[in-house]
Structure formats: C-alpha cells, structure tokens
C-alpha cells in the first residue's frame, strides 16, 4: 500500500498538467492569430525534443512488442492530427469554446473502451459522461 506522501503525488502532477495544458490552450489560441495552424503545430516539435531528452536521458528504457510499437505509433498518428485539426478549430474559434470541446475526448475513448476493451459501464461512468458534456454545453454558450 502506498503511503499518505506517495497517494499524493498523483495530484501534484495531474494539478501541474492541468495547469500547463490551461496555459497551453491560451498560448496555441494567442499563436493561431499571429501564424497558420500548421506553422504553429510545427513549431511544437519542441514537446518532443522535451520528450525525447527525457527518454534518452533514461537510457532508452523502451521494450519492444509488435502490438504495442503497432498502437503507439497509431495513437502518435492520432495525437498528431487532432492536434493539427485542433489548431485548424482555434484558427477559427474562441479558444474558451474549443479548448472545453475538444477536452471531450475522454468520452470518446469511455465509449471505446466499452465496445473495444469490453471495460465496464458503470451508473457512475455513465453520470460522468453526462456531466462532462453539460459542463462543455454550459462552457460554449
């Protein structure tokens, strides 16, 4: 069992991501307006040059699996496009209605998990899911 410290340090770093990923749906809508969204989603290479420092300064603590090389390189496909067709959206919308549109994605993958993952579908999920696309609703108005 983890102890009182180690539970909490999940919370530093999920309060730290939300934070930086707020800073990075201000900063993508403040770049869209000065430059094209495929400017913009090539300058940020530099995410993955932070990444790529990272691993090789780890030793390049990666194994090997066809299914799992298979599906990582597909979701850097998805991650990839999204994130280019959600600066295309920013170009083009208010950054306070895409960002919360887009950050909808955990309902996609919610579902997908239930009809791929046969993962279970519980009342509170489902509450979840509900909840999410109110907030998003009330959001975007």
């Known amino acids: 069992m983890a102890s009182r410290k180690e539970g909490e340090v999940w919370l530093k770093f ?3 991501a939300m934070a930086l990923w707020g800073l990075w749906g201000v900063l993508s809508k403040v770049a869209t307006r ?5 400017g913009v989603y090539l300058l940020t290479i530099t995410g993955h040059l ?3 420092t990272y691993v090789l300064s780890q030793g390049f603590p990666i194994t090997w699996h066809p299914v799992g090389v298979a599906a990582a390189l597909s979701a850097g496909l ?11 959206a920013l170009a083009r919308g208010e950054a ?3 960002v919360p549109v887009t950050a909808l994605y955990p309902v996609v993958t919610v579902i997908l998990s239930l009809a791929l993952l046969q993962e279970s579908f519980t009342l509170r999920r489902a509450a979840g899911v509900v909840l999410a696309v109110v ?3 009330l959001l975007s108005k």
């Open 14 to 16: 999920s309060l730290m």
């Open 34 to 38: 000065h430059l094209p969204p495929q």
């Open 50 to 52: 932070v990444v790529m």
């Open 78 to 88: 998805c991650m990839a496009f999204g994130l280019l067709t959600f600066f295309f």
């Open 96 to 98: 306070a209605v895409v």
């Open 135 to 137: 907030a998003v609703w």
